[in-house]
T-cell receptor
Framework: ELKVEQNPLFLSMQEGKNYTIYCNYS?????LYWYRQDPGKSLESLFVLLSNGAVKQEGRLMASLDTKARLSTLHITAAVHDLSATYFC????????????FGTGTSLTVIP | GAVVSQHPSRVICKSGTSVKIECRSL??????MFWYRQFPKQSLMLMATSNEGSKATYEQGVEKDKFLINHASLTLSTLTVTSAHPEDSSFYICSARSLYNEQFFGPGTRLTVL
């Protein structure tokens, strides 16, 4: 059974600080996604990582993928209040079963 | 970008009734559609995977007779919650995978069973 775990589950940080969210998964996959979810809303796509060593950046967020370690990170630089949301990673099992599994989620609160 | 719609966005029903939720890919053909359930402050749990014209594949622990999935065309999948009970109250989200393996999520349907 595939497990996708995020760390931490809850994160409270001050504006201007940096932090990293980790996503570990238990089986082989070369496709990993990061999403943002605001309360009561559906998912907003942030990043698609399609190969080992992939790194993508958008604004204050940067995501990376290490398929050998089965680890992805989402790094937050100089956080601002607008980044407060829940962040999910998701592993795409297209190659083995066509399933798509979400991580446990990280609830981020940025304090002014 | 590609758009996936869900209808209704919100539904309240009495215990014992059945509720149908539609998921449509508006401007692309979806080879596969997925149904997720999300309880408050929890992650999205994959319920089933459906391919057009074939039976859905359900995840372990999901009752296929309670959550009926019909993938009638390359742009439409429906989830019917049969004989709904209060514990079925949840946020249901569908997603659609395009021919290019991109995945797009619907806005979600909030089901409340009284």
């Amino acid at each position: 059974e595939l497990k996708v775990e995020q760390n931490p589950l809850f994160l409270s940080m001050q504006e201007g600080k940096n932090y990293t969210i980790y996503c570990n998964y238990s089986t082989t996959s070369d496709r990993l996604y990061w999403y943002r979810q605001d309360p009561g809303k559906s998912l907003e796509s942030l990043f698609v990582l399609l190969s080992n060593g992939a790194v993508k950046q958008e604004g204050r967020l940067m995501a990376s993928l290490d398929t050998k370690a089965r680890l992805s990170t989402l790094h937050i630089t100089a956080a601002v209040h607008d980044l407060s949301a829940t962040y999910f990673c998701a592993v795409d099992m297209t190659n083995t079963g066509n399933q798509f599994y979400f991580g446990t989620g990280t609830s981020l609160t940025v304090i002014p | 970008g590609a758009v996936v719609s869900q209808h209704p966005s919100r539904v309240i029903c009495k215990s014992g009734t059945s509720v149908k939720i539609e998921c449509r890919s508006l401007d692309f053909q979806a080879t596969t559609m997925f149904w997720y359930r999300q309880f408050p402050k929890q992650s999205l749990m994959l319920m089933a995977t459906s391919n057009e014209g074939s039976k859905a594949t359900y995840e372990q622990g999901v009752e296929k007779d309670k959550f009926l999935i019909n993938h009638a065309s390359l742009t439409l999948s429906t989830l019917t919650v049969t004989s709904a009970h209060p514990e079925d109250s949840s946020f249901y989200i569908c997603s659609a995978r395009s021919l290019y393996n991109e995945q797009f999520f619907g806005p979600g349907t909030r089901l409340t069973v009284l």
